[in-house]
């Protein structure tokens, strides 16, 4: 099975500010990695496919980069309501997919 | 719109069985690989059962393997999950979520239900 390793597990920040949440594969995954923000109460929503591909209305200030075991998820000029929980997804051992442990960002 | 909506959650004893519903609609259900992903109550996500585009294979995570039973009636666009023998661990919300299909590139689990709660108590 391939484990994915996300951090940190949470972080404060402030708004305007610059966040890095990284996740790292047990294995290659090619470009096999998508991001997910989750509020509380609600379902997860995708933010990139692909490893760097943004999903439809999705704001530009969400970017994803990396390929095989090592991804960034990097939310530029930080906004109240980016204050969520984010998790990465492997879908590259189709069908039974592995997410990270998530990470939560606060307010600093 | 493209949606997912789910319903049959609840609270059950331990040991008791229940079923979940996924309903889908917008697109072409019978095209797209099918999951049930759960969180427990401030836990992270995890992916419990999945079925390919044409129901003939199925997968289970280990912690659910031998009691739960993924399903799906393209003729229907519904998908279930049978849950038997449930524990106090299986406590959590349940989403079904849309997977791949052979006619695009893939976007993971692109499309979510609202999810459904099932709460095993005595």
């Known amino acids: 099975d391939i484990q994915m390793t996300q951090s940190p597990s949470s972080l404060s920040a402030s708004i305007g500010d610059r966040v890095i949440i990284t996740c790292r594969a047990s294995?290659?995954?090619?470009?096999?990695l998508n991001w997910y923000q989750q509020k509380p109460g609600k379902a997860p929503r995708l933010l990139i496919y692909?490893?760097?591909s943004l999903q439809s209305g999705v704001p530009s200030r969400f970017s994803g980069s990396g390929s095989g075991t090592a991804f960034t998820l990097t939310i530029s000029n930080l906004q109240p309501e980016d204050f969520a929980t984010y998790y990465c997804?492997?879908?590259?051992?189709?069908?039974?997919?592995?997410f990270g442990q998530g990470t939560r960002v606060e307010i600093k | 719109q493209v949606q997912l909506v789910e319903s049959g959650g609840g609270v059950v004893q331990p040991g008791r069985s229940l079923r979940l519903s996924c309903g889908a609609s917008?697109?072409?259900?019978?095209?797209?690989?099918m999951h049930w992903v759960r969180q427990s109550p401030g836990k992270g996500l995890e992916c419990v059962a999945s079925?390919?585009?044409?129901?003939?294979?199925?997968y289970y995570a280990d912690s659910v393997k031998g009691r739960f039973t993924i399903s799906r009636d393209n003729s229907k666009k519904m998908l279930y999950l049978q849950m038997n023998s449930l524990r106090a661990d299986d406590t959590a919300v349940y989403y079904c979520?849309?997977?791949?299909?052979?006619?695009?590139?893939?976007?993971?689990?692109?499309?979510w239900g609202q999810g459904t709660m099932v709460t095993v108590s005595s």
């Open positions: 294995q290659s995954l090619n470009d096999y």
């Open positions: 692909a490893a760097s």
């Open positions: 079925v390919i585009y044409d129901g003939r294979n199925k």
């Open positions: 917008g697109f072409t259900f019978s095209r797209y690989d």
């Open positions: 979520a849309r997977g791949k299909t052979v006619f695009r590139p893939d976007y993971g689990l692109d499309v």
């Open positions: 997804l492997q879908s590259y051992s189709t069908p039974m997919y592995t």
